[in-house]
């Protein structure tokens, strides 16, 4: 996960007190605006009573009437469904996460907030609990699409169960595309400092950021790079933004085909990133491919280890991706490091609040 799971730090901005979308707590601005003051106080203080008093009544009551109807309406909820609800203007924001990743969700959530860009955003829970956390608290950005995925497997990076969580990844991004939605995918170990959609304006099929720590002129060509060492690129697929063309869609089933074709094997430790390089190397030429600025959209090889750069380049930032670094703790630390780890002191911030 560590490879793949960077999320990035937004600046201070004013605080939006956000525990709740807006969509979902208008619903119940009304109501309460027709009790009179009198009556909102009784009505208040026999809550008071039945929370203080009655708690074994009051506790039922809440299961009963909040989570139960929730649950079951989640997990029949369609990605069609999720899609058409939260997409604006034909684009969604996407992510894939499992239950031990949602502290990283709420990271990288707090930081699109601040770029007024989460309402687009759609959660693909990789198990139930995740889908169901989420959903509660924001209603409707959240989709499991099954089979889930056994969390504790899929939770180690290089392991067969992470290869199985990261090879659905082009499957979910080709069945959006097919839906005709502009479609972002963020790993969720990211923060962004800036709005990306700007970079993203012109009319190219798949944008896509360069995972090569080499630091590479302002003016850098946005063609696909030569091959590397192994013969292939290192693009990374840890971002990447789609328009619903023939020709990203191209790019998507040749991603699935190289996963089909290079399965995981104990001694490779496969990712999902190699077949992705593939699949640009093999559509390259009939697809409209565009590489974003290295200043823009850094490896985390880069922005945590090159201090002078950074500073050179101050205000380019657009999204940091917390990679070339494994292992979850050392990841939050990093963060907390750079003054990216916002969930300790803006939770409220992101429309999941404090998790
Ligand atoms: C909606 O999308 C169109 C076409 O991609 C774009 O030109 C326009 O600026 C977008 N509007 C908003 C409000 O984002
Ligand atoms: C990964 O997927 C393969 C093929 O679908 C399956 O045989 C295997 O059990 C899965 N492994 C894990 C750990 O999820
Ligand atoms: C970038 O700028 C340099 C110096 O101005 C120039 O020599 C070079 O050709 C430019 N490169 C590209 C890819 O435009
Ligand atoms: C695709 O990969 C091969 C093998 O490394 C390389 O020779 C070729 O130049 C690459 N093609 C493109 C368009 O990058
Ligand atoms: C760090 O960045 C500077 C540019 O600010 C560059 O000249 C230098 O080569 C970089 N160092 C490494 C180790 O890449």
Request: some cysteine.
């Amino acid at each position: 996960m560590s490879k793949f799971l960077h999320q990035r730090p937004l600046q201070n901005q004013p605080t939006n007190p956000y525990p709740l979308s807006p969509r979902s707590s208008s619903p119940f601005q009304r109501p309460i605006s027709l009790f009179s003051r009198t009556g909102l106080l009784i009505l208040l203080s026999l809550m008071l009573i039945m929370g203080v008093f009655l708690p074994w009544i009051g506790m039922p009551l809440f299961v009963f009437t909040n989570t139960k109807p929730s649950v079951t309406k989640w997990r029949h909820y369609s990605l069609e469904q999720a899609a058409s609800f939260v997409a604006r203007n034909g684009t969604l924001i996407v992510c894939a996460v499992s239950e031990p990743y949602l502290p990283f969700l709420n990271n990288w959530l707090i930081s699109i907030v601040r770029q007024k860009h989460h309402d687009k955003v759609l959660v693909i829970a990789e198990d139930y609990a995740t889908l169901y956390k989420v959903n509660e608290r924001w209603p409707g950005h959240a989709v499991l699409v099954p089979p889930a995925l056994d969390s504790q497997a899929a939770h180690k990076f290089g392991s067969q169960g992470f290869f199985n969580f990261t090879s659905r990844r082009p499957r979910h991004l080709l069945d959006i595309l097919e839906l005709g939605y502009n479609v972002m995918y963020n790993d969720v170990d990211m923060v962004w400092l800036g709005d990306p959609f700007t970079y993203l304006e012109e009319h190219h099929d798949v944008y896509f950021t360069d995972d090569m720590t080499a630091v590479k002129p302002l003016n850098h060509s946005h063609d696909l790079p030569a091959p590397g060492k192994k013969g292939r690129t290192y693009i990374c697929s840890c971002m990447i933004f789609l328009r619903p063309t023939d020709g990203a869609k191209l790019v998507m089933k040749k991603w699935i085909e190289e996963l089909k074709a290079q399965p995981w094997s104990k001694a490779k430790k496969a990712n999902d990133q190699p077949a992705f390089n593939w699949a640009l190397n093999r559509t390259n030429g009939q697809v409209d491919l565009y590489l974003l600025p290295q200043v823009a959209f850094p490896t985390g090889g880069l922005y945590f280890k090159n201090q002078s750069w950074v500073q050179a380049t101050k205000g380019m930032h657009v999204i940091i991706h917390n990679n070339y670094i494994t292992g979850f703790e050392k990841k939050i630390k990093r963060f907390h490091d750079f003054g990216l780890w916002l969930v300790d002191d803006y939770a409220l911030e992101s429309p999941l609040g404090r998790l």
